[in-house]
């Protein structure tokens, strides 16, 4: 059975995702969009850089790479914490910020997110190409547009342009060979069934 709770350790990437509760959205305006990674930024940059994204209506995906000890290290935590629940109560408090400006907004009340959220260890390169493309390609699967690249609230644009990003564009291209390589990846119809097992649909 696949470890949807993985423990989080210096250098390694994760899939992180989560969805509403129900049938709420977590995203019901432009703003939320912005906000999100306004609180991310907030409460999880120190911990970890972000690889790829897509944001939709109910659920998010992120890939992310954890930083290294040494960066972490900085941050002067105690010896007596372990790093991964460091980062874990880190997002408990980007959720519980989130969902209190949301819930203040749209007059609602209650937790948005499901609980316990997803963190998976990515743990080969074929796994993290393939994520790569399938979080890309999540607002297709989902029927909310029939173009990707069309969709504003994904990674893709950005790491294609040449555009000031806080996402580790560099070092993703690198993996793939360069830009028109990431393009032409991207193209491909790809076969989930291959990592099928690794994948948590939401």
């Known amino acids: 059975m696949r470890d949807y709770s993985s423990k989080f350790f210096p250098g390694q990437f994760y899939h992180i995702y989560n969805r509403a509760n129900g049938t709420d959205k977590l995203f019901s305006e432009h703003r939320n969009y912005k906000f ?3 609180r991310w930024d907030y409460y999880l940059s120190d911990y970890l850089s972000i690889w790829a994204y897509c944001l939709i209506p109910n659920h998010f995906h992120v890939l992310v790479k954890i930083k290294n000890e040494h960066k972490i290290g900085t941050l002067n935590l105690s010896d007596q914490i372990e790093i991964t629940d460091v980062i874990s109560n880190q997002f408990r408090n980007f959720f519980i910020s ?3 400006s949301y819930n203040k907004a749209y007059k609602r009340k209650g937790s948005l997110f499901q609980k316990p ?3 998976v260890l990515v743990d080969s390169q074929p796994y993290l190409l393939a994520l790569i493309h399938y979080i890309h390609h999540n607002p ?3 029927g909310f547009t029939n173009d990707f690249l069309g969709w504003k609230y994904s990674s893709y644009s950005a790491l ?3 555009n ?3 996402i580790s564009r560099d070092e993703v291209l690198n993996i793939f060979g360069g830009r028109k390589s990431f393009s032409d990846f ?3 119809q790809k ?3 291959k990592i099928n097992h690794l994948l948590y649909e939401l």
């Open 164 to 166: 000031a990003t806080k």
């Open 98 to 100: 989130y969902t209190k």
């Open 186 to 188: 991207h193209k491909l």
């Open 191 to 193: 076969d989930y069934k």
């Open 36 to 38: 999100f990674f306004q």
């Open 117 to 119: 959220f997803k963190h």
């Open 160 to 162: 294609s342009s040449l």
């Open 140 to 142: 297709i699967h989902h």
